[in-house]
């Protein structure tokens, strides 16, 4: 069975903070490398940052410097610290692994969390 279960998204003013939570199916979660995408209204999702089983990080340009993506075994979960957020950091924030996780020619995602970054 497959799992993936996003939280933690709010309303924030610019300049605020949020820590996003994904819990994951612990078979998925141990062999994957695990990134958060973004998705915005009329656009695919993007990918923007993403960690290996090593916790070897990757972000995108917008983003670097400003969120930090981790992950905690004990708990089969992966967690996006976002910080100094931008109007443009808003959007539906989603889990998935890299690349996204397909089974039976079907595309796996969770229900996302929405993160609206306004004043």
């Known amino acids: 069975q497959v799992q993936l279960v996003e939280s933690g998204g709010q309303l924030v003013p610019p300049g605020g903070s949020l820590r996003l939570s994904c819990v994951v199916s612990?078979?998925?979660?141990?062999?994957?490398?695990m990134a958060w995408y973004r998705q915005v209204p009329g656009k695919p999702r993007d990918l923007v940052a993403q960690?290996?089983?090593?916790?070897?990080?990757k972000y995108v340009n917008a983003v670097a410097g400003r969120f930090t993506i981790s992950r905690d075994a004990a708990k089969n979960s992966v967690f996006l610290q976002m910080n100094s957020l931008k109007t443009e950091d808003t959007g539906d924030y989603y889990c998935?692994?890299?690349?996204?996780?397909?089974?039976?020619?079907?595309?796996?995602w969770g229900h996302g969390t929405q993160v609206t970054v306004s004043s």
């Open positions: 960690i290996t089983t090593g916790s070897i990080t």
């Open positions: 612990e078979n998925i979660f141990r062999s994957n490398t």
């Open positions: 998935n692994t890299v690349p996204v996780l397909i089974t039976n020619s079907r595309t796996h």
